[in-house]
Nanobody
Framework: QVQLVESGGGLVQAGGSLRLSCTASGRTFSSRAMGWFRQAPGMEREVVATINWTGGSTYYADSVKGRFTISRDNAKNTVYLQMNSLKPEDTAVYYC?????????????????WGQGTQVTVSS
């Protein structure tokens, strides 16, 4: 496992932008696929975006496609989620997660390391 620490959440008006960061400890970050998930109150945790170990392959949930961008900097052990054109329905706690291998999955069960979460609130 790796330890993950998210930052960058906050309160923003609809149409605004936020950039989330997730920094990992340990030497295995560059060999792991990463994902961003979110969980709204009363809802199940859902995948937002994933990225493979090189950054060359990404996945986006339909609800965020065209608005969010996932990227990673393996030299900094950090994965990012750039969120543009935010909507009130994007309000949730956002979590970053790491898999045990280089290929990303879309189920929370595919990930063995989780950050503590960061709140994103989008006001209308």
């Amino acid at each position: 496992q790796v330890q993950l620490v998210e930052s960058g959440g906050g309160l923003v008006q609809a149409g605004g932008s936020l950039r989330l960061s997730c920094t990992a400890s340990g030497r295995t970050f560059s060999s792991r696929a990463m994902g961003w998930f979110r969980q709204a109150p009363g809802m199940e945790r859902e995948v937002v975006a994933t990225i493979n170990w090189t950054g060359g392959s990404t996945y986006y949930a339909d609800s965020v496609k065209g608005r969010f961008t996932i990227s990673r900097d393996n030299a900094k052990n950090t994965v990012y989620l750039q969120m543009n054109s935010l909507k009130p329905e994007d309000t949730a706690v956002y979590y970053c997660a790491a898999t045990t291998g280089p290929v990303a999955g879309t189920s929370p069960d595919d990930y063995d390391s989780w950050g503590q979460g960061t709140q994103v609130t989008v006001s209308s």
